[in-house]
């Protein structure tokens, strides 16, 4: 089994800066990709980073420039910071992990976080 923890959510004013951390822990060889997706009120989830094992990171266009994806391997954990929030940013962000490898012949294709609430005020 495999679980994600998500910390660092909170209130923050319009411009400025929160750190999200998610652990991965349980019995595992490997990840394939960790990220982080968002769903705001009344909205459909959207990714917002991901990075794979080797460091490539991939952003949406709306956090680009803000937002850094960062991930320790030998700590399973990913890191989201952002910067300059804006009032749009204000979500539940959930940490994802794709491709959770068990054995050469075991994995799951994703797990998901419970999520932590980011709120931006104006």
């Known amino acids: 089994q495999v679980q994600l923890v998500e910390s660092g959510g909170g209130l923050v004013q319009a411009g400025g800066s929160l750190k999200l951390s998610c652990a991965a822990s349980?019995?595992?060889?490997?990840?394939?990709?960790m990220g982080w997706y968002r769903q705001a009120p009344g909205k459909q989830r959207e990714l917002v980073a991901n990075?794979?094992?080797?460091?490539?990171?991939n952003y949406s266009d709306s956090v680009k420039g803000r937002f850094t994806i960062s991930r320790d391997n030998a700590k399973n954990t990913v890191y989201l910071q952002m910067n300059n929030l804006k009032p749009e940013d204000t979500a539940v962000y959930y940490c994802?992990?794709?491709?959770?490898?068990?054995?050469?012949?075991?994995?799951?294709?994703?797990?998901w976080g419970q999520g932590t609430l980011v709120t931006v005020s104006s």
């Open positions: 994802h992990a794709e491709r959770v490898i068990f054995t050469p012949t075991r994995w799951y294709l994703e797990v």
């Open positions: 349980g019995t595992f060889l490997s990840i394939n990709a």
């Open positions: 990075i794979t094992s080797g460091g490539t990171a």
